[in-house]
Nanobody
Framework: QVQLVESGGGLVQAGGSLRLSCVAS????????MGWFRQAPGKEREFVAA????????YDTDSVKGRFTISKNNAKNTVYLQMNDLKPEDTAVYFC???????????????????RGQGTQVTVSS
């Protein structure tokens, strides 16, 4: 069983930055693919980024590539999402998820993940 706890969300003005953290317990993330998803009010859950345990990253190209960066610190068992140049449309609850899959297409689907956290709210004001 893997427990995931996110932090780092908050209120920021458009153009600002936030770094989200997701601390895992119960299993080392060095053997897990970690993903970030988000859900805005009234919208479906949306894939943001993923980082496989062999170090390959995948991003939702249209919405976040070039602004968001996923990274991890295996020693701290933590995965990060650095978000720059934030826009009001980035407002959502962001949550992390864990799986052992390596297929990059499957990583973009929440159904491919075995564990997920409760999420952290990110609000971007215009």
């Amino acid at each position: 069983q893997v427990q995931l706890v996110e932090s780092g969300g908050g209120l920021v003005q458009a153009g600002g930055s936030l770094r989200l953290s997701c601390v895992a317990s119960g299993q080392t993330i060095s053997t897990l693919t970690m993903g970030w998803f988000r859900q805005a009010p009234g919208k479906e859950r949306e894939f943001v980024a993923a980082l496989s345990w062999i170090g390959e990253s995948t991003y939702d190209t249209d919405s976040v590539k070039g602004r968001f960066t996923i990274s991890k610190n295996n020693a701290k068992n933590t995965v990060y999402l650095q978000m720059n140049d934030l826009k009001p449309e980035d407002t959502a609850v962001y949550f992390c998820a864990a799986t052992r899959i390596l297929d990059q297409a499957a990583m973009t689907h929440l159904g491919s993940y075995d564990f997920r956290g409760q999420g952290t709210q990110v609000t971007v004001s215009s």
